[in-house]
C-alpha cells in the first residue's frame, strides 16, 4: 500500500468567528487540518506541546497580543522555529515592520483575500518541505548551513533562525559573490513579488546581520540595488 501523507496542521489564532470559518474553510480545501483559539495566552500553551506546522496568528487578540505572542514563541526552542502569519487590520507600515522584526516571517493587512492568504502559506510551507533530497551542508568558514536538518551553526554553535531567516541566508549564500536584486528573495523565498515587499526583506536581512554578526562584514548592502554576500576570501 502507498504510504499517505500526513495531513498539515495548522493553528488559527483569532477571535473574530466571521474569519477564523473564512481561514478554515479555504485552509481545509487545501488540505490542511485547522484548529482555531481567540485567545493569545491559550494559543501559547497549545503551540508549546508541538503538533503544528503553521501559525496564522491576529495582532490584536485577548490575553496575549499578537505581537508578543509571536516573541514568546520565537524565545523558545520549542517553537522558535515555527512558521507564522501574521494577520493585521493595521495597514501603518511601522505595524508591519514591528511584526516582522520579533519574529513573523509573512503578514497579511485585513481585510485581505483568502486565496492570498492560502498562497502564502503554501508558498511558506515549500520552503520547508525540501528535506531528504537536499545537498551536502554548506560550509563557508565558521559558518555551517544543513539543509536537511534545518540548522545553522556559526563556529560550532548553533544559530535558532525563522523558516524565512534560514531560506534567505541559503539564497544569499547561493549567490554570493553575485548582487541579489530584493526582489529576487521575493519571489524565490515568500513565492510573491510586489513593490512594498521589499522592505520584507530588508528586515529579515537585519535580523539576520544580528543573529549572524560574523557575516555583517561580508554581506554587504548595495544601494538601489539589494545585497551581496562576498565569496570565501573576498575583500
Known amino acids: 500500500m502507498l504510504a499517505v501523507a500526513p495531513m498539515k496542521r495548522a493553528l488559527v489564532v483569532e477571535d473574530d468567528p466571521d474569519i477564523v470559518e473564512l481561514i478554515d474553510h479555504y485552509l481545509k480545501?487545501?488540505?490542511?487540518?485547522?484548529?482555531a483559539l481567540g485567545d493569545g495566552r491559550q494559543a501559547l500553551e497549545r503551540l508549546r506541546g508541538g503538533g503544528h506546522d503553521v501559525v496564522i496568528l491576529d495582532l490584536q487578540l485577548p490575553g496575549l497580543d499578537g505581537l508578543s505572542l509571536c516573541a514568546e514563541l520565537r524565545r523558545d526552542k520549542r517553537t522558535r522555529s515555527l512558521p507564522v502569519?501574521?494577520?493585521?487590520?493595521?495597514?501603518?507600515?511601522?505595524?508591519?515592520?514591528v511584526g516582522l522584526e520579533v519574529g513573523a516571517d509573512d503578514y497579511v493587512v485585513k481585510p485581505f483575500s483568502p486565496k492570498e492568504l492560502v498562497a502564502r502559506v503554501r508558498a511558506l510551507m515549500r520552503r520547508l518541505e525540501r528535506r531528504e533530497d537536499e545537498e551536502a551542508p554548506i560550509v563557508l568558514g565558521p559558518l555551517e548551513i544543513d539543509g536537511a536538518r534545518h540548522t545553522v551553526r556559526w563556529e560550532g554553535q548553533a544559530v535558532h533562525l525563522t523558516a524565512k531567516e534560514f531560506a534567505l541566508l541559503v539564497a544569499?549564500?547561493?549567490?554570493?559573490?553575485?548582487?541579489?536584486?530584493?526582489?529576487?528573495?521575493?519571489?524565490?523565498?515568500?513565492?510573491?513579488?510586489?513593490?512594498?515587499g521589499t522592505r520584507t526583506v530588508d528586515v529579515h536581512?537585519?535580523?539576520l546581520r544580528e543573529k549572524l554578526p560574523g557575516i555583517?562584514?561580508?554581506?554587504?548592502?548595495?544601494?538601489?540595488?539589494?545585497?551581496?554576500?562576498?565569496?570565501?576570501?573576498?575583500?
Open 29 to 35: 480545501a487545501e488540505g490542511f487540518e485547522v484548529e
Open 85 to 97: 502569519i501574521m494577520l493585521t487590520a493595521r495597514g501603518d507600515e511601522a505595524d508591519r515592520v
Open 172 to 196: 544569499l549564500v547561493e549567490a554570493r559573490g553575485r548582487v541579489l536584486s530584493r526582489q529576487a528573495p521575493l519571489a524565490q523565498v515568500w513565492g510573491y513579488s510586489y513593490a512594498e
Open 205 to 207: 536581512v537585519r535580523r
Open 216 to 235: 555583517a562584514g561580508r554581506l554587504t548592502t548595495v544601494k538601489s540595488l539589494g545585497y551581496r554576500m562576498s565569496r570565501e576570501g573576498d575583500e
